[in-house]
């Protein structure tokens, strides 16, 4: 696995491990070239670390990440766990013994890159969303219904080209749609005692998934989503899984 990760970090950002520590010699970072921040740190940590059994050694990879929510639902999962060596709260550790699929771990380090970027080179990749839709307040079901898009609350960080899953409330209460967004930073000013909106952005329909397919439930069950409160990324197995 650790040889997978040095191959991906390197095919996509030029980034090669360097060795800098005489007393952990198999402890490896990956740094940006621009600005030396690493994105990922790659150890070997006795198991007992992360209050597993047996007292072997077991690779992980820590990585850094924007979403506190991303960081609270992947937590929840197995092969995830806080930061170790790393003292600030978003920073995890991931285990590299197979239980987290490594096109997952993959995502996760795309993540870091980007957490960790400077800013003059904070232009990602797409990202993917997963956004809450309320019917008391708007008619989302029937939204698509004679047009193919529309536009929508736009929320921090989304960006042109991203793909949102929108997360339609009780008494749905479960993802229906799969969508890109085409445009951002519409302007709009709207407040109410529920609803404040700043700018909106117009989201194209791709997929339609059936109400009983990914429902509240199975987000919880079986993805570690326990609540869809504003958007937020979403883990990899969810993605293929959506996809």
Not at 80 to 105: A, C, K, M, Q
């Amino acid at each position: 696995m650790r040889k997978k990760l040095y191959d991906y970090a390197k095919k996509k950002y030029k980034a090669k491990p360097e060795y800098l520590w005489k007393k952990f010699p198999d402890y490896a970072i990956l740094r940006h070239i621009d600005n030396n921040k690493w994105f990922a740190l790659i150890m070997d940590v006795p198991k007992e670390k992360f209050g597993l059994g047996g007292d072997e050694r077991i690779d992980v990879v820590n990585v850094k990440l924007s979403d506190p929510l991303l960081i609270d639902m992947l937590l929840q999962k197995e092969g995830y766990f806080r930061g170790y060596h790393t003292g600030r709260g978003n920073w995890i550790s991931i285990l590299l013994d197979g239980s987290v699929p490594f096109e997952e771990i993959c995502k996760l380090i795309d993540e870091s890159f980007m957490a960790t970027a400077s800013k003059k080179n904070k232009l990602r990749p797409p990202k993917e969303w997963l956004i809450p839709a309320n019917p008391a307040y708007y008619d989302i079901v029937h939204a698509f219904d004679d047009k193919k898009e529309i536009d929508w609350k736009q929320g921090n960080g989304i960006k042109t080209g991203d793909t949102i899953y929108m997360y339609v409330g009780s008494p749905i209460s479960a993802i229906m749609y799969k969508c890109t967004v085409i445009k951002t930073d519409i302007p709009y000013d709207y407040k109410d005692e529920n609803l404040t909106i700043k700018a909106l952005m117009r989201i194209k329909l791709k997929k339609r998934y059936k109400p009983d397919k990914f429902t509240f439930d199975v987000l919880k069950s079986e993805y570690g989503i326990y609540a869809v409160r504003g958007p937020r990324g979403i883990p990899g197995s969810l993605s293929n899984a959506l996809k």
